[in-house]
């Protein structure tokens, strides 16, 4: 079963998508997510430039070995380019593996080891009010699991505030937008937000929030310590994680479970904190982590040390790397949690797709595959636009993570 075709679309129904294609002698094809918000074209080039060229006439059925290949053939490792092009390439070849056996994908992965997939939506408000209220329609959509960002009083766009959409979009055409930033305004008013919120909802509804790297440890211990009454399911991304120990000293002063690792790459990025227990969530996922195969190796050790899965999935993730992200959640003993934001009804006609959403949870379907297609036609009538994401500055000007 050789590879015969190998191509690369890029599209922008409603925002930019870089998809792989690979197609089999025998006519079977396969597809992967290799979208890199913000440097979409780097990815692109990555894998026609290549990737692509080397791929021709080599068996699709060796998907571990085309990892391998991929990633100590290049002799320069890891990196969001290099293992965003790998990801799309693996799960290609996972996708063709399926459909040539006729099943869906999660039985190849061991099959389920649910009924479905828990997921959490994005509720965001200008004011807590507004989140309430967006928390309301969540929770009326049938959502167990919610994620609440609300913009901080005095801040001008504050992280995360959607403006009532099922979907944040933050990439923007032309240049960066500015955001302002103010850590301890932020940590004065999470905790006022977070208490209404539960005076409003009750225990129930699982709650996260997002930091989006914006603390030091100590302030991010201050957060997680004031946020404990209100038991949120996770704080996401409370500092940056370049610097794996730095969560020791979060880990010393709270209990609120934390969650790291959309922005990982390998397995590498996160052995750490995982053989050290210093989070209770790895949100690495398919597009940005090397694929389906390498995906499961951080499972795997995950598993080892009782930390859960939490797969990123913001509307910049394609389709084709949802799906694939739920037949692995599907699959694993330690799966915690899936994001889901919607995409747009464009992103949604160009990828037409089996999964469904039903009382606060997603299946990813029993298509042979992964259950998602690209309608190609459709998509050249959304060409590539550049766009960027946002920067983040101190009222003083200092340029801080965004
Ligand atoms: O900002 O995917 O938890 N979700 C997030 C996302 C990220 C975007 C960046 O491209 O933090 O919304
Ligand atoms: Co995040």
Same mark, same amino acid.
């Given at each position: 079963?050789?590879?015969?075709?190998?191509?690369?679309?890029?599209?922008?129904?409603?925002?930019?998508?870089?998809?792989?294609?690979?197609?089999?002698?025998?006519?079977?094809?396969?597809?992967?997510?290799?979208?890199?918000?913000?440097?979409?074209?780097?990815?692109?080039?990555?894998?026609?430039?290549?990737?692509?060229?080397?791929?021709? #006439?080599? %068996?699709?059925?060796?998907?571990? &070995?085309?990892?391998?290949? @991929?990633?100590?053939?290049?002799?320069? =490792?890891? +990196?969001?380019?290099?293992?965003?092009?790998?990801?799309?390439?693996?799960?290609?070849?996972?996708?063709?593996?399926?459909?040539?056996?006729?099943?869906?994908?999660?039985?190849?992965?061991?099959?389920?080891?649910?009924?479905?997939?828990?997921?959490?939506?994005?509720?965001?408000?200008?004011?807590?009010?507004?989140?309430?209220?967006?928390?309301?329609?969540?929770?009326?959509?049938?959502?167990?699991?919610?994620?609440?960002?609300?913009?901080?009083?005095?801040?001008?766009?504050?992280?995360?505030?959607?403006?009532?959409?099922?979907?944040?979009?933050?990439?923007?055409?032309?240049?960066?937008?500015?955001?302002?930033?103010?850590?301890?305004?932020?940590?004065?008013?999470?905790?006022?937000?977070?208490?209404?919120?539960?005076?409003?909802? #009750?225990? %129930?509804?699982?709650?996260?929030? &997002?930091?989006?790297?914006? @603390?030091?440890?100590?302030?991010?211990? =201050?957060? +997680?310590?004031?946020?404990?009454?209100?038991?949120?399911?996770?704080?996401?991304?409370?500092?940056?994680?370049?610097?794996?120990?730095?969560?020791?000293?979060?880990?010393?002063?709270?209990?609120?479970?934390?969650?790291?690792?959309?922005?990982?790459?390998?397995?590498?990025?996160?052995?750490?904190?995982?053989?050290?227990?210093?989070?209770?969530?790895?949100?690495?996922?398919?597009?940005?982590?090397?694929?389906?195969?390498?995906?499961?190796?951080?499972?795997?050790?995950?598993?080892?040390?009782?930390?859960?899965?939490?797969?990123?999935?913001?509307?910049?993730?394609?389709?084709?790397?949802?799906?694939?992200?739920?037949?692995?959640?599907?699959?694993?003993?330690?799966?915690?949690?899936?994001?889901?934001?919607?995409?747009?009804?464009?992103?949604?006609?160009?990828?037409?797709?089996?999964?469904?959403?039903?009382?606060?949870?997603?299946?990813?379907?029993?298509?042979? +595959?992964?259950?998602?297609?690209?309608?190609?036609?459709?998509?050249?009538?959304?060409?590539?636009?550049?766009?960027?994401?946002?920067?983040?500055?101190?009222?003083?000007?200092?340029?801080?993570?965004?």
């Amino acid at each position: 079963m050789k590879i015969a075709d190998a191509k690369v679309i890029v599209c922008s129904p409603g925002r930019n998508f870089v998809t792989l294609k690979l197609v089999t002698e025998d006519g079977l094809y396969g597809l992967g997510d290799a979208t890199l918000n913000g440097r979409e074209l780097a990815v692109a080039s990555y894998l026609n430039d290549h990737v692509l060229p080397t791929l021709i #006439g080599a %068996d699709a059925r060796r998907i571990e &070995d085309t990892w391998q290949l @991929l990633y100590q053939g290049a002799y320069w =490792r890891r +990196g969001p380019v290099t293992m965003a092009a790998i990801a799309a390439v693996d799960t290609a070849l996972w996708d063709i593996k399926a459909k040539s056996l006729h099943v869906p994908l999660y039985q190849l992965l061991g099959g389920a080891s649910r009924e479905h997939v828990l997921v959490y939506g994005h509720a965001s408000g200008d004011g807590i009010e507004d989140a309430v209220k967006a928390v309301a329609d969540y929770l009326a959509l049938g959502y167990r699991a919610i994620r609440v960002q609300c913009a901080v009083p005095g801040l001008p766009g504050t992280y995360g505030v959607g403006g009532g959409k099922l979907f944040y979009e933050p990439a923007a055409r032309h240049a960066p937008p500015v955001n302002i930033w103010s850590s301890e305004r932020y940590l004065e008013f999470v905790p006022r937000l977070f208490a209404r919120l539960r005076q409003e909802f #009750g225990p %129930d509804p699982h709650l996260l929030h &997002d930091v989006h790297h914006r @603390l030091t440890p100590i302030e991010a211990a =201050r957060l +997680g310590k004031s946020l404990e009454p209100y038991h949120l399911f996770w704080l996401e991304d409370p500092t940056p994680a370049e610097v794996q120990a730095r969560f020791r000293l979060i880990r010393q002063h709270t209990t609120t479970p934390l969650a790291v690792g959309e922005v990982f790459n390998t397995i590498y990025d996160c052995h750490q904190l995982l053989e050290e227990r210093l989070v209770d969530y790895i949100r690495a996922t398919v597009v940005h982590a090397g694929g389906i195969s390498h995906l499961r190796k951080i499972a795997a050790l995950a598993e080892l040390h009782q930390v859960r899965t939490g797969c990123h999935g913001a509307t910049d993730l394609s389709p084709v790397c949802m799906a694939a992200a739920l037949h692995f959640d599907l699959s694993v003993h330690n799966f915690g949690i899936q994001e889901y934001m919607r995409h747009s009804s464009d992103t949604d006609r160009v990828f037409p797709h089996q999964y469904r959403f039903e009382a606060g949870a997603l299946h990813p379907g029993n298509a042979p +595959g992964l259950g998602v297609d690209i309608d190609e036609t459709l998509a050249a009538q959304f060409p590539y636009q550049r766009a960027y994401l946002p920067v983040n500055r101190l009222q003083d000007g200092t340029v801080h993570s965004w």
